[in-house]
C-alpha cells in the first residue's frame, strides 16, 4: 500500500511552469530521494505536498496522502495534517527555530496545535521525543535556547519538531546541507532510524546524490520542473538511462586532472604561530575576560607553484586564518610574512596585498551589485601603483574574461545577468587580473551546484597548466581538496592537527580528527557506468 | 512591471504643488502686492477660485507662492539632513563598534531627545525668526534620522562579500563607503528623504503659524493660517484653503514616499510577485 501518490503534479505561477507533470510515490517506512540541481523544482514539490504552493501558484494534478487530495484540502483540514500526518524538516537549522522559545516548548507546541492535552503532559511528551532524537533531558533540559545549542543539536530540535505526533509522512528538505560532514552522518543516521522504528514514509530532498545514495532506497531525478528518471538506487548506480542523470552523475564523481606541482621553489607564505583570539563576554563583574582563540598558534609555509588544502569543521577557524591571511583581522602574536614582507591589517600597505587575491563563497553576495562586470573585475587594480588605462585597461580585462571562459562582451553586463557559475568565474578573473602570486580560495565552490562545480574545479585545473599558479583551498569538502591540491592541512579547534601530501593524508590519517572527517563522508560509489 | 497605486496618486499630488510653485516664479493669476480692499473675504468664484483674504489678496496666488517658501524650506531641511547624515552614518559604520561609532551614534541620541519645536524656537529666539533659520532648525532634526539609516544600512553591506573582495583589493574604508556603500543605499535615503520632506513642509508650517518661520511679505502656508484662524467663523474658506493644502501635500508626499519605497525595495518586490 502506498501512503503519498503524487500524480501528474503541475504548478506554474504566473503562466511559467515550475512543476511539469511529476509523478511518485512513497511507502510507509521507504525513503524516496528526490535529487536534483537548484532550480528544478524539489523544494516547490515539498512544500505542494505540505499544501503550502508558492502564493499566486496554480497547482494541477493530485497529491494523495493516505488517499486524502491535498490540493483540493480545505485550509482548515491541512493544518489538521500538517504537523500530524506530516513532517517536515529544513535545510537551515539557524532559521528554523524561534530564537525566543526554548526547544521544550516550541516541540509541546507542535502537540498543543493538534490535541487537547494539559501544558505539562505536551511538555513531557516533548521531552520523550528530545530525547529520542539523542537530546536526552538530562544534560539538554527542555529550557535550553537554540542559541545555546550547535547546528547539529539544532537540527536533531528541528527534527523532533517533526515527528513529535508521529506523522505517517517526514519530508526532509536538504536536512544536513548546512551541517558538518560529522554531524551530517549522525543526523543521517538518526532519520534513517526514525523511519524505521515509526515506519514513516519519507521524501528526502538533496543535491548531493552521496548522501542520498546511502539512505535512499529509490531515487527520482528531476530537471528544470520534471523527474526525468525514477528507479531503485542499487538500480541506478549502476546504469542510467536518462542522460541528464548520467551527467549528474558524472559530476558528482568529477575528477580533475591537475598538472605535476612544479619542482620545489622558494617560499612564498609563511605563517608563524599565528594567534586569533575574540575576547568573550566576562563571566562576572570582577573575573578577567576570557579570549576564544579562533586561531591558536598555527604554522605553515606554502612554497610558489604549490597547491595547499586546508580542511575543518565549521567553527575550527578556517575563516579567521583565511581573513587573518589576507590582512583583514589583526593578529595578537605571530607573523605571516608574504613574500618576505609582512602582512598587516593596513589597507593603505599595498605592497603585499599585489601578491595575494580572494575568492570567496557566495557567488552572489561577492559583486556589488550597481557595477558593471569592467568595473567590478578591474577593482584590484586599484593596488597597481600606475594601473594600466585606456586600451591596456580594456586588454587586461578581455584577457581576464577569456581566462575563465568569458567573453569580451560580458564587460558590459550587471552582475545579476549572469548564473552562480558565472559569478564565480567573474570572481576568478577578479583575482586574475593583476596577476597575484597566490589565489586564496575560501570556500569558492561550496555553494555551486555539482555539474556548475565540476566545471569551475577544471577551469582551476586549465589555469593551472596555463600560468604557474598558487594557491590555498580552503574547504569542508573533503573530495574537492583532494582532487584540486597537493598538499593539505587539517584544522581542528584553531589548530593544525595534521598536514601532509594530499593522497598520503587521505589514504593513511594520522590524527583522529582527520580519520573521524574521513569517515563521516559520504561515498558516492558508482559501479558500472553505461557510458565508461 | 505595474507602478504601485500610492505611487501614481502621490507623484500627481506632488507634481501639481511642485507645478504649482515653479510656475508662481513667473505668474499668479493676481499680483499679491496689489491689495483688492473692496473685494476682501469674498467666497470663491469664477474669478477667485478659492476666494480672497482679508487683505483682498486671491487666495489661490498666496497658496503658490507660499508652495515656493514650503518647498524651498523642506527640501533644504531634507539636504542639510542628508549632507550631514549620511556622512556620519557612513562613518560611524565604517568605524563600527569604535570610538567614532560610539560618538556619532550616542550625539545622535541626544538630538533626538531634544523635543524639536523648542530647540526650533530656541534658534529662533537668538538669530531672529526667518525662512533661513527654519531650515536650519528643521535641518538639525533630519541628521539624526539620516544618519541612523545610513549606519544600519551600511552595516549589513559591511558584512557582505563584495566589501570584503574590495577590502582584498586594499582600498580604505573612506572610498568603500563612497563607491560601494552609498551607491547601494541611495534607494533607502530616497525614500526616506521624500518622507523627512513631507514632515519638513509641516514643520514649515508650524513654525511660520507661531511666527517662527517665514516673514511678511513672504507667502507661507503657516502664516496664512495664522492669519486666517480669526475669520474662521466670518470667512472660513480663508483658513480652509492653506489648511487643506498642507493637509493635501503631506498625504501626496507621504503616498509618494511609500509608493517609492515599494518600488524600490526589492524584498517587497518579490512578495508583489
Known sequence: MTLLTVEKLCVSIGGASILDQVSFDVAPGEILGLIGESGSGKSVTALSIMGLPPQGAKTKGSIKLAGEDILTARERRLCQLRGQAMGMVFQEPMTALNPLLPIGAQVAETILVH????????????????????????????????????????????????????????????????????????????????????????????????????????????????????????????????????????????????????????????????????????????????????????????????????????????????????????????????????????????????????????????????????????????????????????????????????????????????????????AIARALIIQPELILFDEAVSALDVSVRAQILDLLAELCRKRALSYLFISHDLAVVRSVTDRVMVMQAGKIVEQGATEQVFSAPQHECTRNLLASAPKLQIKNSAFQ | MKAPTSLIVGGVISGVVLTAAACSLVWTPYDVKLLDVAQKLRPPSLAHWLGVDHFGRDILSMLMLGAQTSIAVALLAVGVGVAAGAPLGLWAAARRGGVADELIMRGNDLVFAFPSLVIAILITAVFGPGAINAIIAIGIFNIPVFARLSRGAALTLWRRDFILAARVAGKSSFRISWEHILPNILNLLIVQGTIQFSLGVLAEAALSYIGLGAQPPTASWGRMLADAQTLVSLAPHVALAPGLTIVLTVLGLNLLGDGLRDLLDPRLKAARG
Open chain 1, 115 to 426: 490535541e487537547r492535552v494539559s501544558k505539562a503532559e505536551a511538555l513531557e511528551r516533548a521531552s520523550q521525543t528530545l530525547a529520542r532524537v539523542g537530546l536526552p533531558p538530562a544534560t539538554f533540559p527542555l529550557s535550553r535556547y537554540p542559541h545555546e545549542l550547535s547546528g547539529g543539536q539544532r537540527q536533531r530540535v528541528g527534527i523532533a519538531i517533526a515527528i513529535a505526533m508521529r506523522p505517517k509522512l517526514l519530508i526532509a528538505d536538504e536536512p544536513t546541507t548546512a551541517l558538518d560532514v560529522t554531524t551530517q552522518a549522525q543526523v543521517l543516521d538518526l532519520l534513517k532510524g526514525l523511519v524505521d522504528e515509526l515506519q514513516m514514509g519519507m521524501v528526502m530532498i538533496t543535491h548531493d546524490l552521496a548522501v542520498i545514495s546511502t539512505m535512499a532506497k529509490r531515487l527520482a531525478v528531476m530537471q528544470s520542473g520534471r523527474i526525468v528518471e525514477t528507479a531503485a538506487t542499487e538500480e541506478l548506480l549502476r546504469k542510467r538511462r536518462h542522460p541528464y542523470s548520467e551527467a549528474l552523475f558524472a559530476a558528482s564523481t568529477h575528477k580533475v586532472e591537475l598538472p605535476p606541482p612544479p619542482a620545489a621553489q622558494r617560499t612564498l607564505l609563511e605563517a608563524r604561530d599565528v594567534l586569533c583570539a575574540y575576547p568573550l563576554p566576562r563571566q562576572g563583574m570582577l573575573t578577567p575576560r576570557r579570549a576564544l582563540r579562533a586561531v591558536d598558534g598555527v604554522t605553515f609555509t606554502l612554497a610558489r607553484g604549490e597547491r595547499l588544502g586546508l580542511v575543518g569543521e565549521s567553527g575550527c577557524g578556517k575563516s579567521t586564518l583565511s581573513r587573518a591571511l589576507l590582512g583583514l583581522e589583526p593578529l595578537q602574536s605571530g607573523s605571516i610574512m608574504l613574500n618576505g614582507a609582512p602582512v598587516r591589517p593596513n589597507a593603505a600597505d599595498t605592497q603585499w596585498r599585489r601578491t595575494i587575491q580572494a575568492v570567496f563563497q557566495d557567488p552572489y553576495g561577492g559583486f556589488n551589485p550597481r557595477w558593471r562586470v569592467r568595473s567590478l573585475i578591474s577593482e584590484p587594480f586599484h593596488l597597481l601603483e600606475e594601473p594600466p588605462s585606456g586600451a591596456a585597461r580594456e586588454d587586461a580585462v578581455v584577457d581576464a574574461l577569456t581566462a575563465v571562459g568569458l567573453c569580451a562582451a560580458d564587460a558590459d553586463k550587471y552582475i545579476h545577468e549572469f548564473s552562480g557559475g558565472q559569478r564565480q568565474r567573474i
